[in-house]
C-alpha cells in the first residue's frame, strides 16, 4: 500500500539468545548461570544486564564474572522473586535472552594507584566479584585490594573456595564475618560494620565499593564517613526497579537520575542530598 | 516560515484528496450536557466531517507516537525488525501538545537509544495543528509561560480567518503537503496575518485573566516547592482521595513510562509494552519485596518530582504543559494546580 512504509532499525527491546551452559550452586537460595550469548557479549565491570526468561518477563542483573572473558558471561542470581524462582529451576542448556549492558560500570581508571576497599553483604558480592576479577588482572596497576565480606551466616556466603585462594594473593587482603554463626564456623562473628576497624588501608589515597542489601549499605557508608572517607571516593551499586534499561520506562528514577541510565553505580556525593535513597 | 490563506472549502476538498495517502484524524465534539463539548479525534470521513476545535481535545498527543498496548519485539529472530507504519495526519492539535511533546522526543528520541517504533511514527506522523480560540476550566498554559497557539513544533497551522484558514508552515513536511495543492493556498496578506495576531491576543487577555485570579505557581519557583516540600503533609492530604487508577498519568502527554511484558504465542516469545503508572503500588517495587514508593503519599510526590524536578533538571522544563487533563479525569478530585499552590502556602508560612 502507499500509504505505508518499513523501517529497518535496530530493536533496542530485543534480546539476544544466551543457552546456560553450567549451573554452579553457591548457597540454598544462590546460584551462578554460565551464559554463552550467541555473538560475543561485552560488558563493562558494574554494568548489568536484562535477562528474559523467554516468554515470561525480564529483571536486571549486573555480571558477577571477569569482563575480559567475551565468549561466556557469569551471572549470581538469588532467589527471591516471580523471575529469580523460575531461573532458579533451569536446566543446563535452557535458552535464556539477554540485553544489554546498561550503564555505568565501576570506574577503574579513577582507581589507579589506589587502595581500593570492597564492602560486599550477601549476594551483593557477586557484582563485586566481577570487579575483583578486573582489578586481579591488572592488579600493577593498582596499591591494595582489601575485601571485606558479610553474609548472614556460613550457608548463605558465596564463592567460599575463591575466597579463600584472593585471601592468599598478594596485595590483596580478605576478611569475613557472618552476622550468626554455626558450629562448623570459626571466622568472626558480626555485621559487616565490625571488620571495617583499623583496616590496612591509607586513607589519603583510598577508594570505597559498596554492594549489599540497602540496610547494609546505608550503615557501611556511615562508617565509612566516620572513618574519614570522602562521599566522591565511595562508590554504591543502587538496587531499584530497571526494567526497560535504556532511561525509558521511568521506573528507576532517584533524584534527578534514571538508575539505568546514569548508575548503576553512582559515588555517595551524587546521591547523598536526594532524600529517601536507601529506601 | 511562509504563510498561506485557504477557505473552508478548499480545505476539505485538499484534506479529502490527502485521504488516499493518509489516515486523517480530526476531532469530533461530544457534548454531555449544556457545558462546554469534549472534542475527540476521531477518523475524518462523511459521518465526523471536518470541524475546528477551539481548545485541545480529550485524548493526549502520545497516544498517536506510542499506544496504551503494542508489540515491540517477537524473539528470538534477528537484531533488526521491519515494521510498516501507516502515514498518518493529526489535525486539530494545540501548543499546549507540541510542547508536552518535547517531553516525549526526549524520552523516546534524545536518550542514548532511540525507540525504533517512536521514531518511524515521528517521521510517518503528521501534524497539523490550530490556534486555540476559547479554553477550558482546567486550561492553565499560560501559568507554564505556554501560549494557546503554537510557534514552533508542527507541520502546519491554522489560525481560522473569515471564512478559511490562514496555514503556517512549519516544516519541510508541511510545504511539501500543500505543495500538492498549491493553487488553493493563496500567500496571505500583510492584513490578514495581524487580524490572526489581534485574535490570537485576544484569547491569550482572556485566558490571562482567568489564570491570573487563580494566582498559580509559575515556572521558576516550581523546582524549589516540589523538592523543599518533600515532607510537607500536601502529599498526604491530596492522596487521600486517590484510588489509584492512574488516569492522570495516561491522560497526561508529558507521562511516558511503561512496562514490558513478555507472552508467549504459540511457538514464539513476544515483549509487548503497556502505559504504566507510577500511582500503582508496585511501580517502583524491586525483587524480594522493597518498594521505595511504598505508600500513596510517596507516588503522589513522585508524580511532581517527575515533572518539576526531573525534567527541570534533564531537559531544561517542567514536564506539564497546562492542559488540565489530569484534574478533568481525576475521580478524586485531585488538582495539580491546588498541590502546588498548597506547597507554596505552606513553604511560605515555615
Known amino acids: 500500500m502507499e500509504n505505508q512504509t518499513t523501517l529497518i532499525i535496530k530493536n533496542i527491546y530485543q534480546p539476544k539468545e544466551a543457552m546456560v551452559e553450567d549451573i554452579i550452586v553457591e548457597s540454598p537460595t544462590i546460584k551462578t548461570f554460565v551464559l554463552k550469548v550467541k555473538d560475543n557479549f561485552e560488558f563493562k565491570t558494574g554494568q548489568f544486564v536484562e535477562l528474559t526468561l523467554p516468554g515470561v518477563g525480564e529483571a536486571p542483573f549486573t555480571p558477577s564474572s571477569d569482563p575480559n572473558i567475551k565468549d561466556k558471561i557469569e551471572i549470581t542470581i538469588m532467589n527471591v522473586g516471580r523471575i529469580t524462582s523460575l531461573l532458579h529451576k533451569l536446566s ?25 576497599l570492597i564492602v560486599g553483604g550477601g549476594v551483593g558480592l557477586a557484582p563485586l566479584r566481577s570487579l575483583l576479577f578486573a582489578l586481579f588482572s591488572e592488579i600493577d596497576k593498582y596499591h591494595k585490594v582489601v575485601l571485606r565480606y558479610g553474609a548472614r551466616t556460613p550457608n548463605d556466603m558465596i564463592y567460599k573456595k575463591s575466597l579463600l585462594e584472593w585471601a592468599k594473593m598478594k596485595k590483596v587482603d580478605v576478611v569475613t564475618t557472618v552476622d550468626v554463626g554455626d558450629a562448623t564456623w570459626k571466622g568472626n562473628v558480626g555485621l559487616v560494620t565490625t571488620i571495617l576497624k583499623d583496616l ?72 547523598k542530598d536526594i532524600p529517601d535513597i536507601w529506601d | 516560515m511562509e504563510i498561506y490563506y485557504i477557505n473552508s472549502f478548499q480545505l476539505d476538498i485538499f484534506l479529502k484528496s490527502l485521504k488516499k495517502d493518509y489516515k486523517i484524524f480530526s476531532p469530533k465534539a461530544i457534548r454531555k450536557d449544556s457545558s462546554l463539548p469534549d472534542y475527540h479525534y476521531n477518523y475524518l470521513n462523511e459521518d465526523n466531517p471536518l470541524i475546528f476545535n477551539p481548545y485541545r481535545c480529550r485524548e493526549p498527543l502520545k497516544s498517536f507516537f506510542s499506544p496504551a498496548f503494542e508489540k515491540l519485539a517477537d524473539y528470538f529472530n534477528s537484531e533488526k525488525i521491519n515494521y510498516t507504519e501507516e502515514k498518518i495526519i493529526v489535525l486539530g492539535v494545540k501548543n499546549c501538545d507540541l510542547i508536552a511533546h518535547k517531553v516525549q522526543d526526549f524520552v523516546f528520541l534524545a ?50 480567518l473569515n471564512e478559511g484558514y490562514l496555514v503556517e508552515v512549519g516544516s519541510v513536511k508541511g510545504r511539501e503537503l500543500i505543495q500538492r495543492a498549491s493553487e488553493y493556498f493563496v500567500p496571505a496578506k500583510e492584513v490578514q496575518i495581524s487580524s490572526r495576531q489581534v485574535k490570537r491576543k485576544n484569547l491569550e487577555e482572556r485566558l490571562r485573566k482567568h489564570v491570573l485570579v487563580q494566582n498559580l505557581v509559575s515556572k521558576d519557583i516550581v523546582q524549589k516547592l516540589v523538592k523543599e516540600g518533600y515532607n510537607l503533609d500536601t502529599w498526604q492530604e491530596f492522596m487521600l482521595t486517590c484510588v489509584e487508577c492512574g488516569g492522570c498519568n495516561f491522560i497526561c502527554d508529558t507521562c511516558h513510562c511503561f512496562l514490558l511484558m513478555d507472552k508467549k504465542e504459540e511457538s514464539k516469545n513476544s515483549r509487548f509494552r503497556v502505559w504504566d503508572s507510577c500511582q500503582y503500588a508496585n511501580f517502583a517495587r524491586v525483587a524480594g519485596g522493597a518498594n521505595p514508593l511504598k505508600t500513596r503519599a510517596k507516588r503522589l510526590r513522585n508524580r511532581f518530582l517527575k515533572k518539576f524536578d526531573f525534567f527541570v533538571e534533564n531537559l531544561g522544563m517542567p514536564a506539564c504543559c497546562g492542559c488540565g487533563r489530569c484534574i478533568e479525569v481525576c475521580p478524586g478530585k485531585i488538582d495539580i494546580r491546588e498541590v502546588l499552590k498548597d506547597l507554596a502556602k505552606k513553604l511560605e508560612k515555615l
Open chain 1, 92 to 116: 543446563k542448556n535452557d535458552i535464556l535472552g539477554i540485553r544489554g549492558p546498561y550503564g555505568r560500570g565501576y570506574p577503574l581508571d579513577k582507581f589507579m594507584g589506589k587502595d581500593i
Open chain 1, 200 to 271: 590496612p588501608i591509607d586513607l589519603k589515597k583510598a577508594v570505597a565499593v559498596v554492594c549489599g542489601p540497602p540496610i547494609m549499605m546505608k550503615f557501611v557508608t556511615l562508617k565509612l564517613l566516620d572513618l574519614g572517607f570522602l562521599p566522591k571516593d565511595i562508590y554504591l551499586s543502587m538496587e531499584k526497579n530497571m526494567s526497560c534499561g535504556l532511561g525509558k520506562c521511568g521506573h528507576c528514577r532517584i533524584g534527578k537520575f534514571y538508575v539505568c541510565r546514569d548508575g548503576p553505580v553512582f559515588t555517595y556525593e551524587e546521591l
Open chain 2, 111 to 160: 536518550a542514548q537509544e532511540i525507540d525504533p517504533l517512536y521514531k518511524l511514527r515521528r517521521e510517518n506522523i503528521i501534524l497539523i495543528s490550530s490556534d486555540c480560540t476559547d479554553f477550558k476550566e482546567v486550561c492553565h498554559c499560560l501559568a507554564w509561560e505556554i501560549l494557546p497557539y503554537p510557534k514552533e513544533g508542527f507541520d502546519l497551522n491554522l489560525s481560522p
